[in-house]
């Protein structure tokens, strides 16, 4: 008997993991792997522009205005790519946009000039821009609701792992064998990530969504409206009014943008910092810069996972507190981590002040998810991508500022009142959450998605 009664507390598990991952975990562990070898791909640049700038003697304005340039091609291609997400087979598309990636690659090896390289990293931008709404609407299709956060944590902290290991490896490999090496070697990972994704099942769209109402109305499990899918989708300019009228994304996206504004100025300039201000080697730059931020991105993303997860249904617009209070303590944190003197203090900061602003980055991901429509969800990302593009300007500036000043410590500091920003302007979203996320979740289980 006591054998019999212990076997539902045995089973218990095994059926919530098939009720919040239904899919498996393999199919964010491919997701993830896309964002890994594209931001592992990007990242090499900031550790290779010293070798490019000996090689092609551009400015630090021109070194920053390449990132401008890479973000404002892959806005033109932002919402075509939403609205293919929101109607393609999202597993295809991922599979074809990842391998035609992988070959592009070798286009920058290829360079023989500046300009060359310039128009390269540009076509390289619109391809990873296509990819990333299908990445996005696949994990909130994927697995449960009420561990988006989680899901996406993992998703943003391994990405950001992937930022640092580039910058390891461009700085390593570029010292070592060059920096045209540095892209060589990364096209059959690319090619391999790509296969994967053409071998995943693709989910019902708005299917985690339907099954969060019938978890909270078990009597509308009869209701053949709770999974049926729309039976036609809106042109994509009424799309982009639908999203528009959600508050609480239209805020989230405008913090987002300033803060991501500061951050990609940081980042991108990073180990060149190191290699001028220390005077490392542009290898040690990249491994140092990479060490610094990389793990404290991964812990405040692990943190802010869980810290999502528990603080969702239970604080008031918890996943917005969560991600906007994260940026403004971090941003403060990162004032004195400019002012550090010594390699060892600066860094230390740096790294204390990268955990605290990474809680943000999956539970404002998970919070602009929440509150789009399923099959809205690829335009809204789409949209988050063109608004985040303001952040490509942050390089440029830092550029700017210190071929003025001669000092990218100087520079550095322009970008602390967007980095503050950001994080007030997120927080005047926890007021609409609640009631924005609701009627995401209506919208699941009615085809008309009232609003």
């Given at each position: 008997?006591?054998?019999?009664?212990?076997?539902?507390?045995?089973?218990?598990?095994?059926?919530?993991?098939?009720?919040?991952?239904?899919?498996?975990?393999?199919?964010?562990?491919?997701?993830?792997?896309?964002?890994?070898?594209?931001?592992?791909?990007?990242?090499?640049?900031?550790?290779?522009?010293?070798?490019?700038?000996?090689?092609?003697?551009?400015?630090?304005?021109?070194?920053?205005?390449?990132?401008?340039?890479?973000?404002?091609?892959?806005?033109?291609?932002?919402?075509?790519?939403?609205?293919?997400?929101?109607?393609?087979?999202?597993?295809?598309?991922?599979?074809?946009?990842?391998?035609?990636?992988?070959?592009?690659?070798?286009?920058?090896?290829?360079?023989?000039?500046?300009?060359?390289?310039?128009?390269?990293?540009?076509?390289?931008?619109?391809?990873d821009s296509i990819d990333n709404p299908s990445q996005v609407s696949l994990l909130a299709d994927y697995y449960a609701v009420e561990a988006r956060a989680k899901v996406m944590g993992w998703h943003r902290m391994v990405?950001?792992?992937?930022?640092?290991?580039?910058?390891?490896?461009?700085?390593?490999?570029?010292?070592?064998?060059?920096?045209?090496?540095?892209?060589?070697?990364?096209?059959?990972?690319?090619?391999?990530?790509?296969?994967?994704?053409?071998?995943?099942?693709?989910?019902?769209?708005?299917?985690?969504?339907?099954?969060?109402?019938?978890?909270?109305?078990?009597?509308?499990?009869?209701?053949?409206?709770?999974?049926?899918?729309?039976?036609?989708?809106?042109?994509?300019?009424?799309?982009?009014?639908?999203?528009?009228?959600?508050?609480?994304?239209?805020?989230?996206?405008?913090?987002?943008?300033?803060?991501?504004?500061?951050?990609?100025?940081?980042?991108?300039?990073?180990?060149?910092?190191?290699?001028?201000?220390?005077?490392?080697?542009?290898?040690?730059?990249?491994?140092?810069?990479?060490?610094?931020?990389?793990?404290?991105?991964?812990?405040?993303?692990?943190?802010?996972?869980?810290?999502?997860?528990?603080?969702?249904?239970?604080?008031?617009?918890?996943?917005?507190?969560?991600?906007?209070?994260?940026?403004?303590?971090?941003?403060?944190?990162?004032?004195?981590?400019?002012?550090?003197?010594?390699?060892?203090?600066?860094?230390?900061?740096?790294?204390?002040?990268?955990?605290?602003?990474?809680?943000?980055?999956?539970?404002?991901?998970?919070?602009?998810?929440?509150?789009?429509?399923?099959?809205?969800?690829?335009?809204?990302?789409?949209?988050?991508?063109?608004?985040?593009?303001?952040?490509?300007?942050?390089?440029?500036?830092?550029?700017?500022?210190?071929?003025?000043?001669?000092?990218?410590?100087?520079?550095?500091?322009?970008?602390?009142?967007?980095?503050?920003?950001?994080?007030?302007?997120?927080?005047?979203?926890?007021?609409?959450?609640?009631?924005?996320?609701?009627?995401?979740?209506?919208?699941?289980?009615?085809?008309?998605?009232?609003?």
């Amino acid at each position: 008997m006591a054998g019999i009664m212990a076997r539902p507390r045995r089973a218990a598990p095994d059926a919530e993991r098939r009720r919040v991952a239904p899919y498996g975990w393999w199919p964010l562990v491919v997701i993830i792997l896309v964002s890994v070898v594209d931001r592992l791909e990007s990242s090499v640049l900031g550790a290779i522009l010293p070798l490019l700038q000996d090689e092609w003697g551009f400015s630090d304005t021109a070194g920053g205005s390449l990132s401008a340039a890479i973000s404002i091609a892959g806005t033109a291609v932002a919402l075509p790519a939403g609205y293919l997400a929101d109607r393609a087979d999202r597993t295809r598309l991922l599979a074809v946009v990842v391998a035609l990636w992988s070959v592009i690659t070798l286009g920058s090896a290829l360079a023989i000039s500046f300009a060359m390289f310039y128009a390269t990293r540009i076509v390289l931008a619109a391809a990873d821009s296509i990819d990333n709404p299908s990445q996005v609407s696949l994990l909130a299709d994927y697995y449960a609701v009420e561990a988006r956060a989680k899901v996406m944590g993992w998703h943003r902290m391994v990405a950001f792992a992937g930022m640092g290991l580039g910058t390891i490896y461009g700085g390593l490999i570029g010292d070592w064998l060059g920096w045209r090496a540095v892209f060589w070697l990364i096209v059959v990972p690319g090619l391999v990530v790509a296969w994967w994704c053409h071998r995943l099942p693709e989910p019902r769209r708005g299917e985690a969504d339907a099954a969060a109402v019938l978890a909270r109305a078990p009597g509308r499990a009869g209701d053949p409206a709770v999974l049926e899918q729309p039976s036609g989708l809106r042109p994509l300019w009424e799309q982009v009014k639908v999203v528009a009228r959600i508050r609480s994304v239209v805020v989230l996206y405008s913090g987002l943008a300033t803060l991501f504004f500061a951050l990609f100025g940081i980042l991108f300039w990073l180990p060149t910092f190191y290699h001028r201000e220390y005077g490392l080697e542009v290898g040690a730059a990249g491994v140092v810069a990479a060490l610094v931020t990389t793990p404290g991105v991964v812990l405040g993303t692990g943190i802010g996972g869980l810290l999502g997860r528990r603080w969702h249904g239970v604080v008031r617009g918890g996943r917005v507190l969560a991600g906007a209070g994260a940026l403004v303590l971090g941003s403060a944190m990162a004032v004195p981590s400019l002012l550090g003197q010594t390699i060892l203090v600066q860094s230390a900061l740096l790294f204390l002040a990268a955990t605290i602003m990474s809680i943000a980055i999956p539970n404002l991901q998970a919070a602009i998810a929440d509150c789009l429509p399923a099959h809205q969800r690829g335009v809204g990302f789409s949209l988050l991508g063109i608004f985040t593009t303001f952040g490509a300007f942050g390089p440029m500036l830092v550029g700017a500022i210190s071929d003025a000043t001669g000092s990218l410590r100087v520079a550095f500091g322009g970008l602390l009142v967007p980095m503050l920003l950001g994080g007030l302007i997120s927080m005047l979203a926890r007021s609409s959450y609640e009631a924005d996320a609701a009627r995401a979740l209506d919208a699941a289980v009615d085809r008309r998605e009232r609003w």
